[in-house]
């Protein structure tokens, strides 16, 4: 997703996108948990690995290959929480901007009220 588009999304989509992110997050951490069951629950075979020395380096693979994944999730994650932040703190700013705006028509339209109410009442009394 473009960065364009993040940030023509809503607070609540832009919440959406962050929970979609955490349950992902939590599915990972999920399977590593398996995973690591997995490898702690099982009995490695030293004649099948042929030597303790290749049994350490098929299990470091595997450690390896999940903390690569890890980083990369967490990665992604502050990525996505960096925009997430720039394009509230964008959105908030356009608030601001448009709130001054309003409160500045809100006051010329009063006091063009206020003009032509005194016109009139001069008119009337008159």
């Known amino acids: 997703m473009t960065e364009k588009e993040l940030k023509k999304l809503s607070r609540i989509e ?14 990972l ?8 069951a997995k490898l702690t629950d099982k009995n490695i075979n030293i004649l099948e ?4 020395a290749e049994a350490c380096l098929k299990i470091n693979k595997v450690f390896e290959a999940a903390d690569a994944a890890a980083q990369q999730y967490l990665e992604n994650i502050q990525d996505c929480e960096g925009k997430c932040k ?15 705006a309003a ?14 109410s005194k016109k009139w009442i001069i008119t009337s009394e008159e």
């Not at 951490?29 to 690591?36: D, F, G, M, N, V």
């Open 86 to 100: 720039q394009m509230l703190a964008d959105t908030e700013s356009r608030c601001i901007e448009m709130e001054l």
């Open 103 to 116: 409160k500045a028509k809100v006051s010329a339209l009063k006091s063009d009220v206020d003009m032509l």
């Open 49 to 52: 690995m042929g030597s303790l």
């Open 14 to 27: 832009l919440l959406e996108m962050l929970i979609e992110q955490t349950e992902k997050s939590e599915e």
């Open 29 to 36: 951490e999920r399977k590593l948990a398996e995973a690591e």
